[in-house]
């Protein structure tokens, strides 16, 4: 009989994203894209559209945006049944203004509303993989309980933790968000963080660094934007450079890497070819406007294993 499929399971905030479709500012613009957008849904969306049997839990209203968010989701192949509709609070959105930056509208949503009740409500009986990011534990404070609970029971159950780093400037200082983000990646199995946000947020200028700061964690990926992105696993490091493209639009581009670097470590494959992985998915979303894609070409490092 052969093995269950591995399962995925990514939990945080996904909004509304509101975007210009032909890079205009949102000044000029006339026509915009209105799609989901959350690092966390967008990293089950690549890891599904690669072969991924992949989940989604967070919270979102009742309101028209959340039902929106739900069904785009869901029509990337992730399963969304872990989501909780909030009577109460409404869905988060947010404005990307090419060249001027992104705008969030998101105080108060239903996924700042999560809490030690809903960690303990996931499924996690048949996961093999719960995606995390920093994101959520800016929300709140009771979205904070939720990520510290969340990755306690996984841990506990022997679920492989994966922590993206994700700090965003807009919702907490560097300062204040540098040992607790540090602290929940410590924890973690799988992490992955950018080279210049460890800077900011460790004083950590070079991804040797970032390996003394973390020196525990069994997979580290530390991704240096258009040069590459290393892997400490094993007592070793990999570096595979990045491709290059034209960018339209970098927003986006981590959770895709995290995507195709997991899709790949679901299917067995070494350090190079998980990178190589990430790196392709990436590619992908840097030459389009949008959080995500539909495309689900595998890369060649992951076409090798599907026949």
């Known amino acids: 009989m052969a093995a269950p499929a591995p399962v995925l399971l990514a939990v945080g905030e996904t909004m509304a994203m509101l975007a210009p479709s032909d890079g205009e500012g949102v000044t000029d613009a006339a026509v915009f894209l209105l799609d989901a957008g959350g690092a966390e849904s967008n990293v089950a969306a690549h890891a599904a559209a690669?072969?991924?049997?992949?989940?989604?839990?967070?919270?979102?209203?009742?309101?028209?945006?959340?039902?929106?968010?739900?069904?785009?989701?869901?029509?990337?192949?992730?399963?969304?049944?872990g989501v909780v509709r909030d009577e109460r609070h409404p869905t988060g959105l947010y404005v990307k203004d090419?060249?001027?930056?992104?705008?969030?509208?998101?105080?108060?949503?239903?996924?700042?509303?999560?809490?030690?009740?809903?960690?303990?409500?996931?499924?996690?009986d048949d996961v093999d993989v719960l995606h995390v990011s920093g994101i959520t534990a800016a929300l709140s404070p009771s979205a904070r309980e939720f990520l510290d609970a969340a990755m306690t029971r996984a841990r506990a159950l022997g679920v492989t933790v994966s922590f993206d780093v994700n700090h965003?400037?807009?919702?907490?200082?560097?300062?204040?968000?540098?040992?607790?983000?540090?602290?929940?990646?410590?924890?973690a199995d799988i992490v992955f963080v950018g080279r210049d946000e460890a800077e900011t947020l460790w004083q950590t200028p070079r991804d040797d660094d970032v390996r003394r700061l973390l020196p525990t964690v069994p997979e580290l990926v530390v991704?240096?934007?258009?040069?590459?992105?290393?892997?400490?696993?094993?007592?070793?490091?990999?570096?595979?450079?990045?491709?290059?493209?034209?960018?339209?639009?970098?927003?986006?581009?981590?959770?895709?890497?995290?995507g195709g670097y997991l899709a790949a470590r679901a299917r067995g494959l070494d350090a190079a070819d998980r990178?190589?992985?990430?790196?392709?998915?990436?590619?992908?979303?840097?030459?389009?406007?949008g959080d995500s894609i539909h495309d689900p070409t595998p890369p060649p490092c992951l076409d090798r294993t599907l026949a």
């Open 223 to 258: 991704k240096d934007s258009g040069v590459g992105a290393t892997v400490f696993a094993d007592a070793g490091r990999v570096f595979v450079p990045a491709l290059r493209v034209e960018v339209l639009d970098a927003v986006g581009a981590g959770d895709a890497f995290a």
């Open 98 to 124: 090419p060249g001027r930056g992104v705008r969030y509208y998101r105080a108060g949503s239903a996924a700042a509303h999560l809490g030690v009740r809903d960690a303990a409500a996931l499924r996690l």
């Open 275 to 289: 990178l190589a992985a990430g790196h392709a998915r990436a590619a992908l979303t840097l030459r389009t406007y």
């Open 168 to 187: 965003r400037a807009a919702l907490w200082p560097a300062a204040d968000a540098g040992p607790v983000l540090a602290a929940l990646a410590a924890r």
């Open 50 to 81: 690669l072969g991924v049997t992949a989940r989604w839990a967070s919270r979102l209203g009742t309101d028209a945006l959340g039902d929106r968010v739900l069904r785009q989701v869901s029509a990337r192949g992730v399963d969304t049944a």
